[in-house]
């Protein structure tokens, strides 16, 4: 994937939905970044200059360092307009907005559980499984998210699918919507990409 922009720092933790979903609107936006992987009982002292609080994920740039993904996540968007990742319309926006909201505070909380104990039990599997089927409608008869365009929500879901994969949650036969999509976000290159250069 070719790059013309460049000055970004992203500084993480290794395993961080969060994380992923901006460095994948990075890589998706055209923009090369430096990834600094964070101790966080051990920052780095140029973290500690820019951002005494340690939130992370922190993005940092010539023009400004922002933390929280929301804020993160739009910035990138109204900075550097093409491709567009949100609507353009205040409307639909609004919705995407919505739907943002309910993923990171529905779906994010369940798969972090698993990745915080490091393998999943019968009860995480069960929840997550339980979410897919009730969203899978969500899903049905589009490539990405409720369209044929890649956006921040598909960017978003697409660490949460991932880390599915990672811990051997499989997506229930009954939502088959949920399943192609899942298919289609994992091939997208700049999903592929970022994962593959984590090793």
Known sequence: ???????????QENTSLDADRIAITLLEKN??????YVDIANPPEELLDINQQ???PTLETKEVT??????ILEFLDERFPHPPLLPHDPINRGKFRLILKRIIHEWYPLLEKVIKKGEADKKSSKA??????RYDPL????????GNDFSII??????????????QIDVPEKATATKEYSSNILNRESVQHYYKSKG
């Open 54 to 56: 340690l939130i992370l």
């Open 128 to 133: 997550i499984n339980d979410l897919l089927l």
């Open 66 to 71: 922002l933390y929280y993904s929301s804020i």
């Open 31 to 36: 923009i090369l970044s430096d990834a600094v």
């Open 154 to 167: 598909d960017a978003s879901l697409a660490p949460f699918f991932w880390y599915l994969k990672i811990y």
């Open 139 to 146: 899903f049905e008869g589009n490539i990405y998210f409720q």
């Open 1 to 11: 994937m070719s790059t013309r922009r460049s000055g970004f720092t992203l500084y």
